[in-house]
């Protein structure tokens, strides 16, 4: 099972970016699809996550702006981030969770927000 997050890159204050994380390989069905971030000098933590029902989660310091969503028809994962802040500056990563406990990592993708 192989990871693909994309869509990260230098945007300015304000702007808004929407990642993607793409799951391929021998998958039947993927239960949990998170998103985690670690910021420079920081540790890395969870953003949220979505069920394969289409529930999501937050963390607490995300909620109510960003948005997470999922296309089970493509085992993509999405990650809306409107009004970008400097402190979203991150590598941006997304896991997947399937049947027996297995989870798989992305390689992250960069977000960069500076004028």
């Known amino acids: 099972v192989q990871l693909q997050a994309s869509g990260g890159g230098l945007v300015q204050p304000g702007g808004s970016l929407t990642l993607s994380c793409t799951a391929s390989g021998s998958i039947d069905n993927i239960d949990n699809m998170a998103w985690h971030r670690q910021a420079p000098g920081k540790e890395r933590e969870w953003v949220g996550d979505v069920t394969s029902g289409g529930r999501a989660a937050y963390a607490d310091s995300v909620k109510g702006r960003f948005t997470i969503s999922r296309d089970n028809a493509k085992n993509t994962l999405y990650l809306q981030i409107p009004n970008l802040k400097p402190e979203d500056t991150a590598v941006y990563y997304c896991?997947?969770?399937?049947?027996?406990?297995?989870?798989?990592w992305g390689q992250g993708t960069l977000v960069t927000v500076s004028s």
């Open positions: 896991h997947v969770d399937l049947p027996g406990g297995r989870r798989y």
